[in-house]
């Protein structure tokens, strides 16, 4: 099972126990997903779908699912990043569209 995803909003926040929609082991970051964390930290957008386009086994395999690539590039995910740029590990949040509701959380650090 995988963990949970806790955030009080502050300073406590990662990926804890079973029952949750954490990926259970941390992703090193590979070149395409080095690309997608800095288009978020300098919030554009638009090249996160095309990162994924041109990417899609690539990012599949890193993060261990087809459906979160699919996602993103038919625009029913959002992404957005949890941890400051000088953590050792960061979470990659996976977002509903439609409802708002976090549908999977990759924690990521550099190699």
């Known amino acids: ?5 806790i955030d009080d909003g502050d300073q406590y926040y990662g990926c804890f126990g079973i029952g949750g929609n954490c990926l259970p082991e ?10 997608v964390i800095h288009a978020i930290d300098n919030n554009v957008p638009g090249n996160i779908i095309t ?9 599949a395999d890193a993060l261990a699912s087809d459906d979160a690539v699919a996602g993103v590039i038919n625009g029913e995910l959002s992404l957005s990043i ?4 000088d953590a050792q590990t960061r ?3 996976f977002t509903d569209n439609s ?7 990759v924690p990521v650090k550099s190699n």
């Open 91 to 93: 979470y990659i949040l």
């Open 82 to 85: 949890r941890g400051k740029t």
């Open 99 to 105: 409802d708002g509701e976090i549908v999977e959380i």
């Open 1 to 5: 099972m995988r963990p949970i995803w």
């Open 51 to 59: 990162i994924f386009e041109n990417n899609q086994q690539e990012m």
């Open 26 to 35: 941390v992703v090193i970051i590979c070149n395409p997903l080095q690309q």
